[in-house]
């Protein structure tokens, strides 16, 4: 896991129930690169709130992220991205092979997918399946949260072990979400399971816990952040 690179971030000014203004935006954004970010990856909701963007808008978006970045020198790199929410709409575009907004790595395209918090998702089977087909990879957004899930070590492994890399919302690690899904990232990221780190970050607020997480994350691995 690279504290570098943070994978899931809610930066983009009035997108979703994150940032509700370009003040915000540069606020969280200067927040993050004092703590050594050096990439982000800006991730509104998609097919949830009903938001149905094209993925053309969503790289224009992080493109004025970026404009805004850099008018007001703030050193971090911006990718843009999505947060898929799994279900009904996400499964007819992916099979019918709509656009999506990807990201690069181990040379080749990956989304962020999430799950409803507390119930098992419509159609995740199918979601797995078109991802393969069209040779994307999936990256699920904070396995730890998820109630059912999480419930079962082995069903997170299964999932692990099917070839979804895992990301890990920071603030878990320091209670933002629960003392149980506090408990399973500790599990998780003992176990080596996480691919990514990410702060979730929608609000400047969340800055300070996102501080003691970082801090937490070193203290759990040492030498094994980077
Ligand atoms: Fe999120």
Redesign the pocket.
């Known amino acids: 896991m690279d504290l570098g690179i943070d994978l ?1 971030a ?1 930066l983009v000014p009035g997108a979703d129930d ?1 940032s509700r203004g370009p003040v915000e935006t540069v606020e969280m954004a200067r927040g993050l690169a004092a703590l050594g970010v050096r990439r982000v990856h800006v ?1 509104p ?1 998609q097919f949830r709130y009903g938001n149905d963007f094209p993925a053309a808008e969503l790289s224009a978006m992080a493109g004025r992220v970026a404009e805004l970045l850099a008018a007001a020198r703030v050193p971090l790199e911006v990718v843009a991205g999505a ?1 898929y929410c799994c279900g009904e709409r996400f499964v007819r575009a992916l099979e019918s092979n709509e656009e999506l907004c990807t990201f690069e790595h181990d040379g080749r395209p990956h989304v962020l997918v ?1 799950f409803p918090l507390d119930r098992t998702v419509a159609g995740v089977r199918r979601v797995g399946h078109a991802l393969a087909w069209r040779g994307v990879g999936a990256v699920l ?2 396995p730890e949260r998820y109630a059912e899930l999480g419930a079962s070590l082995e069903r997170m492994h299964a999932w692990h072990e099917a070839g979804w890399l895992f990301q890990l919302n920071l603030g878990s690690l320091v209670g933002a979400h629960g003392g149980e899904a506090r408990a399973r990232a500790r599990r998780l990221c003992a176990e080596g399971r996480y691919a990514f780190a ?1 702060s ?1 970050i ?1 609000r400047p607020w969340d800055l300070e816990r996102l501080r003691l997480s970082h801090a937490a994350l070193r203290e759990m691995v040492p030498g094994g952040v980077s």
Do not use: K, L, R
Request: no cysteine.
């Open positions: 899931h809610h994150g991730t909701h947060e999430e957004a904070h990410g979730d929608h």
